[in-house]
């Protein structure tokens, strides 16, 4: 049992390229979320789905797409990376039936 | 607006001493509280959660917490840190009902002297 899993765990992007984040989860857990993890900032979250099909913005949306064609993946695009977007990226997961999220280790992304 | 607040950025402790991390929200109703640590280069594990019953919580490695519905808080407690426990502590909500909009606190980054 894996738990959460995301890669890459590092990348470096140039300004305008585009790449995206995976994330997996093999507990069969209906809600996904990705946050960022900036510095004072604690975690905000980009985007969420709870449910294969079903994606919603959360609090700092712009810049990201997501969607979610199976249970088990969620991932994280961002279009035309930008500088502003360098952060720490974590995909969580939790059942429908609890709030208690378990968490990936992290992708920490560099946009020059 | 709702909000989750540490208000302690940076603490320092010697090693044995008690350890007292604080905690604030501000959501209307009582919500689902959480605190995580995060390790240098980790992800995030859950120390321990709130969601009704007794306010008094205990998590694992020795941490617990007390919901105080009255001062709007849910502060961490330690008695006794070891120098394993450095890291950074989030605090977190989740309101009844909201999906899956969980709301951390900025953190409290915690050293330990030996």
């Known amino acids: 049992n894996a738990g959460v899993t995301q890669t890459p765990k590092f990348q470096v992007l140039k300004t305008g390229q585009s790449m995206t984040l995976q994330c997996a989860q093999d507990m069969n857990h209906e809600y996904m979320s990705w946050y960022r993890q900036d510095p004072g900032m604690g975690l905000r979250l980009i985007h969420y789905?709870?449910?294969?099909?079903?994606?919603d913005q959360g609090e700092v949306p712009n810049g990201y797409n997501v969607s979610r064609s199976t249970t088990e993946d969620f991932p994280l695009r961002l279009l035309s990376a930008a500088p502003s977007q360098t952060s720490v990226y974590f995909c969580?997961?939790?059942?429908?039936?609890?709030?208690?999220?378990?968490f990936g280790p992290g992708t920490r992304l560099t946009v020059t | 607006a709702q909000s989750v607040t540490q208000p302690d950025i940076h603490i320092t402790v010697s090693e044995g001493a008690s350890l007292e991390l604080r905690c604030n929200y501000s959501y209307g109703a009582t919500p689902y509280l959480f605190w995580y640590v995060q390790s240098p280069g980790q992800g995030l594990q859950l120390l321990l959660k709130?969601?009704?019953?007794?306010?008094l919580v205990q998590g694992i490695k020795g941490f617990e917490a007390e919901f105080k519905r009255s001062q709007s808080s849910f502060n961490l407690r330690k008695p006794s840190v070891h120098w394993s426990d450095a890291a950074e502590y989030f605090c977190a909500v989740v309101t009844f009902g909201n999906n899956n909009d969980m709301r951390f606190g900025a953190g409290t980054r915690l050293t330990v002297k030996p």
């Open positions: 709130y969601f009704s019953g007794d306010t």
């Open positions: 969580a997961s939790r059942s429908g039936r609890s709030y208690e999220q378990y």
């Open positions: 789905s709870v449910g294969a099909g079903i994606t």
